[in-house]
């Protein structure tokens, strides 16, 4: 089950997501077990992420983006390129969504 999100908190997370940089690469060897688990210990540690993916299939990596999501109960952000943006809550919460779109314009 992955999270969902409103369009106006999509475009907010977007907004955070463009100064960082990718956290986590997934090579030729796919979506692994060691790969899920570092997903999750950065989604755990920042919530919101980027991942790299490796090769020139878009089809592939819109599955990945998909399986991702659904496997660690988070939000697909943006899919740009070779670029994946996830977001998921942490215990510790650094990233409060707005609740409507007024909140977005302060």
């Not at 907004?15 to 090579?27: D, F, R, S, T, Y």
Request: charged letters at 30%; aromatic letters at 4%.
């Amino acid at each position: 089950m992955k999270i969902e999100l409103k369009p106006f908190q999509r475009k907010y997370l977007q907004g955070l997501a463009h100064q960082i940089k990718p956290v986590v690469m997934i090579g030729n060897n796919g979506l692994t077990d060691s790969v899920i688990r570092e997903i999750a210990i950065n989604l755990d540690a920042h919530e919101l992420i980027k991942i790299r993916v490796q090769g020139d299939e878009r089809d592939v990596r819109t599955a990945l983006f998909e399986q991702i999501c659904t496997d660690l109960t988070a939000a697909p952000v943006q899919h740009i390129g070779k670029l994946l943006v996830i977001w998921r809550p942490s215990d510790k919460q650094r990233i409060t969504l707005p609740k409507d779109k007024k909140a977005l314009k302060r």
